[in-house]
T-cell receptor, first 112, second 114 residues
Framework: AQSVTQLDSQVPVFEEAPVELRCNYS??????LFWYVQYPNQGLQLLLK??????LVESINGFEAEFNKSQTSFHLRKPSVHISDTAEYFC??????????FGTGTSLTVIP | KAGVTQTPRYLIKTRGQQVTLSCSPI?????VSWYQQTPGQGLQFLFE???????NKGNFPGRFSGRQFSNSRSEMNVSTLELGDSALYLC?????????????FGPGTRLTVL
């Protein structure tokens, strides 16, 4: 079975500061990687995904993530966060079929 | 297109009771997955249905069951509720075809067991 580790359960950061949310996975085969965001009292929304090709993927709201196969990581970064980025972020892995494996989540709190 | 809908949004039950949650996927989506979300545990996969058949199953006791109807709507049932079943239950749907496709999540059903 796959496992996904999100190393930080809570990340407080000041507004306009950079942030990195870490994600590592365990797999010896090709994987497909996702970051989802969950705002309070809502379901999860896809933020970005890596399926193949360029190892750097970007979202429309300024987040980016880089697939690092040698380190089995898919860290999420943003150079300057806004108050509206406060949310729970989940890293997920899919290998075959339709089964996704999620990390335990990182709560990002942006401080004014 | 309408998104994934889940009903009810909130439920309060007592220990020993049973509960049924409903999920209507996005039109055209035939795969429906269910997850249990609890603080500190993240999302834990319950099961996935495709074309009325359970295709994958997570590591949950038999008290958790599900089914899918011909219109792709899905229900999950939890019998003999325990306090630890209190959680947000999320449903996600996706399109047929290639694997590793995006899952679209509903807002969830918040179950509280007293």
């Amino acid at each position: 079975a796959q496992s996904v580790t999100q190393l930080d359960s809570q990340v407080p950061v000041f507004e306009e500061a950079p942030v990195e949310l870490r994600c590592n996975y365990s797999s010896s085969v090709s994987v497909y990687l996702f970051w989802y965001v969950q705002y309070p009292n809502q379901g999860l929304q896809l933020l970005l995904k890596y399926l193949s090709g360029s190892t750097l993927v970007e979202s429309i709201n300024g987040f980016e993530a880089e697939f690092n196969k040698s380190q089995t990581s898919f860290h999420l970064r943003k150079p300057s966060v806004h108050i509206s980025d406060t949310a729970e972020y989940f890293c997920a892995v899919s290998v075959t079929g339709n089964q996704f494996y999620f990390g335990t989540g990182t709560s990002l709190t942006v401080i004014p | 297109k309408a998104g994934v809908t889940q009903t009810p949004r909130y439920l309060i039950k007592t220990r020993g009771q049973q509960v049924t949650l409903s999920c209507s996927p996005i039109s055209g989506h035939r795969s429906v997955s269910w997850y249990q979300q609890t603080p500190g545990q993240g999302l834990q996969f319950l099961f996935e249905y495709f074309s009325e058949t359970q295709r994958n199953k997570g590591n949950f006791p038999g008290r958790f069951s599900g089914r899918q109807f011909s219109n792709s709507r899905s229900e999950m049932n939890v019998s003999t509720l325990e306090l630890g079943d209190s959680a947000l239950y999320l449903c996600a749907s996706s399109t047929p075809g290639l694997a590793h496709k995006e899952q679209f999540f509903g807002p969830g059903t918040r179950l509280t067991v007293l």
